[in-house]
């Protein structure tokens, strides 16, 4: 056991310089409206020592691993007043914490609107966001980066282009009769994946009572298909992953002023005018800073 005390520690992964880089509650914060304890990212020593909070959010920075630029891959819930927006994206940031950027998410909500529409019945209306639910980020090659969606598992290919992996399964009635999840790449072309057939649609909009019955599979990149490869009936497999060498992602240098003392940390500003809302830009008067309390 490498951590201790009244904090959730989860989903860690190593980082090149071999820091341990996972997703904790040691912000002391509650999300402003269910008041669920928030989550951010933070570093240690492989024994568990020196860990450092490298970020905060009032949702939840969630799923770090480690992409082959040496930067951490990391999903985030961006929550204001949840009726407002609530919606995970995709992010990156240096191993201290910096240099923070939006790598696939706010770009593409038209076309994830028009894939499953709004979330549990309730329709996007004006500058409500809640369209975007992302999870499981991998690196896929340069550039490229590999997500669990409700549409199944995807491909980015820059901030405005992706590729559903199971499109031609959501073409047949526009639903796919197979939940996939859990995609992990062997290569460039196969993926390994949990997979199983679902028992019966949702009702209104609420859990089916009978569990989908997941397996590990191989599945095709340019088609889709899946290969059965185990499946234990009486319990759910996933979460695969391979045993086999991979090369080490390079050391990316921190900033001087990243090692704050206790809860200290830097704000980074901006014009409030670099937006995609042109109502934002022609008639924003008031800017709402929002912090999140212990």
Same mark, same amino acid.
């Given at each position: 056991?490498?951590?201790?005390?009244?904090?959730?520690?989860?989903?860690?992964?190593?980082?090149?310089?071999?820091?341990?880089?996972?997703?904790?509650?040691?912000l002391g914060m509650?999300?402003?409206?269910?008041?669920?304890?928030?989550?951010?990212?933070?570093?240690?020593?492989?024994?568990?020592?020196?860990?450092?909070?490298?970020?905060?959010?009032?949702?939840?920075?969630?799923?770090?691993?480690?992409?082959?630029?040496?930067?951490?891959?990391?999903?985030?819930?961006?929550l204001f007043y949840?009726?407002?927006?609530?919606?995970?994206?995709?992010?990156?940031?240096?191993?201290?914490?910096?240099?923070?950027?939006?790598?696939?998410?706010?770009?593409?909500?038209?076309?994830?609107?028009?894939?499953?529409?709004?979330?549990?019945?309730?329709?996007?209306?004006?500058?409500?966001?809640?369209? =975007? @639910?992302?999870?499981?980020? %991998?690196?896929? $090659?340069p550039g490229a980066?590999?997500? &669990? /969606? *409700?549409?199944?598992?995807?491909?980015?290919?820059?901030?405005?282009?992706?590729?559903? =992996? @199971?499109?031609?399964?959501? %073409?047949?009635? $526009?639903?796919?009769?197979?939940?996939? &999840? /859990? *995609?992990?790449?062997?290569?460039?072309?196969?993926?390994?994946?949990?997979?199983?057939?679902?028992?019966?649609?949702?009702?209104?909009?609420?859990?089916?009572?009978?569990?989908?019955?997941?397996?590990?599979?191989?599945?095709?990149?340019?088609?889709?298909?899946?290969?059965?490869?185990?499946?234990?009936?009486?319990?759910?497999?996933?979460?695969?992953?391979?045993?086999?060498?991979?090369?080490?992602?390079?050391?990316?240098?921190?900033?001087?002023?990243?090692?704050?003392?206790?809860?200290?940390?830097?704000?980074?500003?901006?014009?409030?005018?670099?937006?995609?809302?042109?109502?934002?830009?022609?008639?924003?008067?008031?800017?709402?800073?929002?912090?999140?309390?212990?």
């Open positions: 056991q490498l951590t201790r005390g009244p904090y959730h520690d989860v989903q860690p992964d190593f980082l090149p310089n071999g820091r341990i880089v996972f997703s904790t509650s040691r509650r999300d402003e409206y269910h008041g669920y304890l928030s989550t951010g990212l933070a570093t240690m020593t492989p024994d568990g020592e020196d860990i450092q909070v490298i970020g905060f959010n009032v949702g939840r920075d969630a799923e770090p691993t480690v992409a082959q630029d040496g930067k951490i891959l990391f999903t985030r819930l961006e949840s009726r407002m927006k609530t919606e995970w994206n995709l992010l990156s940031a240096f191993p201290d914490g910096t240099n923070m950027q939006t790598l696939y998410g706010p770009e593409r909500r038209p076309f994830w609107s028009g894939i499953h529409g709004g979330y549990g019945g309730w329709t996007v209306a004006g500058y409500r966001h809640r369209q =975007l @639910r992302l999870t499981q980020p %991998r690196p896929f $090659g980066y590999l997500l &669990t /969606t *409700p549409a199944g598992p995807i491909i980015t290919r820059g901030r405005h282009e992706e590729i559903l =992996l @199971r499109e031609a399964w959501l %073409r047949e009635g $526009g639903n796919d009769p197979w939940v996939v &999840t /859990t *995609p992990w790449p062997l290569d460039e072309k196969t993926l390994l994946v949990a997979a199983g057939e679902k028992t019966h649609e949702f009702v209104n909009d609420q859990f089916p009572k009978d569990p989908v019955d997941l397996g590990l599979y191989r599945m095709d990149v340019d088609t889709g298909a899946l290969t059965l490869l185990y499946n234990d009936p009486d319990a759910a497999d996933f979460e695969a992953r391979p045993l086999h060498p991979r090369s080490v992602p390079p050391v990316l240098s921190e900033s001087p002023q990243s090692r704050g003392s206790g809860f200290t940390g830097m704000l980074y500003a901006d014009s409030v005018f670099i937006t995609q809302i042109g109502a934002v830009r022609e008639q924003g008067k008031l800017l709402r800073v929002i912090e999140g309390l212990p």
